[in-house]
Nanobody
Protein backbone atom coordinates (compact mmCIF):
# COMPACT_ATOMS: atom_id res chain seq x y z
CA UNK A 1 0.00 0.00 0.00
CA UNK A 2 1.27 3.46 -0.91
CA UNK A 3 1.05 6.41 1.46
CA UNK A 4 1.85 10.08 0.94
CA UNK A 5 2.36 11.94 4.20
CA UNK A 6 2.54 15.71 4.13
CA UNK A 7 3.79 18.12 6.77
CA UNK A 8 4.80 21.73 7.18
CA UNK A 9 1.61 23.71 6.72
CA UNK A 10 0.48 26.40 9.11
CA UNK A 11 -0.33 30.05 9.62
CA UNK A 12 2.10 32.70 8.44
CA UNK A 13 2.00 36.43 7.83
CA UNK A 14 2.17 37.82 4.31
CA UNK A 15 5.77 37.99 3.17
CA UNK A 16 6.74 35.03 5.29
CA UNK A 17 7.92 31.54 4.36
CA UNK A 18 6.90 27.95 4.86
CA UNK A 19 8.35 24.64 3.77
CA UNK A 20 6.14 21.68 2.95
CA UNK A 21 7.33 18.09 2.88
CA UNK A 22 5.77 14.98 1.38
CA UNK A 23 7.18 11.55 2.03
CA UNK A 24 6.11 8.53 0.00
CA UNK A 25 6.17 5.07 1.53
CA UNK A 26 5.06 1.61 0.53
CA UNK A 27 5.84 -1.02 -2.07
CA UNK A 28 7.10 1.38 -4.71
CA UNK A 29 8.64 0.27 -7.97
CA UNK A 30 8.92 3.69 -9.59
CA UNK A 31 7.85 7.33 -9.24
CA UNK A 32 7.13 8.99 -12.58
CA UNK A 33 6.08 12.39 -11.29
CA UNK A 34 5.71 14.08 -7.95
CA UNK A 35 4.58 17.49 -6.93
CA UNK A 36 2.15 19.86 -5.28
CA UNK A 37 -1.34 21.06 -5.98
CA UNK A 38 -3.56 23.39 -3.98
CA UNK A 39 -7.24 24.08 -3.55
CA UNK A 40 -8.59 27.32 -2.16
CA UNK A 41 -12.17 27.57 -0.84
CA UNK A 42 -14.63 27.68 -3.71
CA UNK A 43 -11.97 27.07 -6.32
CA UNK A 44 -10.76 24.10 -8.32
CA UNK A 45 -7.61 22.24 -7.40
CA UNK A 46 -4.66 23.64 -9.33
CA UNK A 47 -1.08 22.69 -10.01
CA UNK A 48 1.53 24.54 -7.97
CA UNK A 49 4.80 22.83 -8.85
CA UNK A 50 5.78 19.39 -10.05
CA UNK A 51 8.71 17.22 -11.04
CA UNK A 52 8.01 15.40 -14.28
CA UNK A 53 9.92 12.74 -16.17
CA UNK A 54 13.62 13.42 -16.51
CA UNK A 55 13.63 15.66 -13.46
CA UNK A 56 12.19 18.71 -15.19
CA UNK A 57 10.02 21.04 -13.16
CA UNK A 58 6.84 22.89 -13.94
CA UNK A 59 5.47 25.81 -11.92
CA UNK A 60 2.23 27.73 -11.92
CA UNK A 61 2.81 31.27 -13.19
CA UNK A 62 1.47 32.66 -9.92
CA UNK A 63 4.27 31.09 -7.87
CA UNK A 64 7.26 31.41 -10.20
CA UNK A 65 10.14 33.17 -8.47
CA UNK A 66 8.61 32.63 -5.02
CA UNK A 67 8.22 28.86 -4.65
CA UNK A 68 10.85 26.20 -5.21
CA UNK A 69 10.24 22.48 -5.51
CA UNK A 70 13.00 20.08 -4.59
CA UNK A 71 13.32 16.41 -3.82
CA UNK A 72 15.38 13.78 -2.06
CA UNK A 73 15.18 10.76 -4.33
CA UNK A 74 16.74 8.43 -1.77
CA UNK A 75 14.04 9.34 0.74
CA UNK A 76 11.17 9.45 -1.79
CA UNK A 77 10.43 12.91 -0.46
CA UNK A 78 9.48 16.11 -2.22
CA UNK A 79 9.62 19.59 -0.71
CA UNK A 80 8.02 22.91 -1.49
CA UNK A 81 9.80 26.00 -0.23
CA UNK A 82 7.36 28.88 -0.26
CA UNK A 83 8.73 32.40 0.11
CA UNK A 84 7.13 35.83 -0.11
CA UNK A 85 3.78 34.30 0.69
CA UNK A 86 0.64 36.21 -0.22
CA UNK A 87 -2.91 36.01 1.09
CA UNK A 88 -3.95 34.43 -2.21
CA UNK A 89 -1.63 31.49 -1.51
CA UNK A 90 -4.02 30.43 1.25
CA UNK A 91 -5.27 26.94 0.40
CA UNK A 92 -5.06 23.29 1.25
CA UNK A 93 -1.89 21.98 -0.36
CA UNK A 94 -1.89 18.41 -1.65
CA UNK A 95 1.01 16.21 -2.58
CA UNK A 96 0.51 14.10 -5.71
CA UNK A 97 2.63 11.36 -7.19
CA UNK A 98 2.42 8.97 -10.12
CA UNK A 99 3.69 5.77 -8.61
CA UNK A 100 4.25 2.34 -10.04
CA UNK A 101 3.72 -0.69 -7.83
CA UNK A 102 3.90 -4.40 -8.50
CA UNK A 103 0.25 -4.98 -7.71
CA UNK A 104 -1.44 -1.95 -9.26
CA UNK A 105 0.84 -0.72 -12.01
CA UNK A 106 1.24 3.05 -12.37
CA UNK A 107 -1.42 5.34 -10.98
CA UNK A 108 -1.83 8.64 -9.21
CA UNK A 109 -1.90 9.02 -5.44
CA UNK A 110 -2.84 11.98 -3.26
CA UNK A 111 -1.78 12.99 0.20
CA UNK A 112 -4.29 14.04 2.84
CA UNK A 113 -3.59 17.74 2.39
CA UNK A 114 -2.04 20.36 4.62
CA UNK A 115 -3.54 23.77 5.31
CA UNK A 116 -1.54 26.89 4.50
CA UNK A 117 -3.03 30.14 5.72
CA UNK A 118 -1.43 33.49 4.93
CA UNK A 119 -2.67 36.46 6.90
CA UNK A 120 -2.52 39.89 5.32
Amino acid sequence: QVQLVESGGGLVQAGGSLRLSCAVSGSIVSIAAMGWYRQAPGKQRELVAVFISGGSTNYADSVKGRFTISRDIAKNTVYLQMNSLKAEDTAVYYCNAIIGTVSAGARGYWGQGTQVTVSS
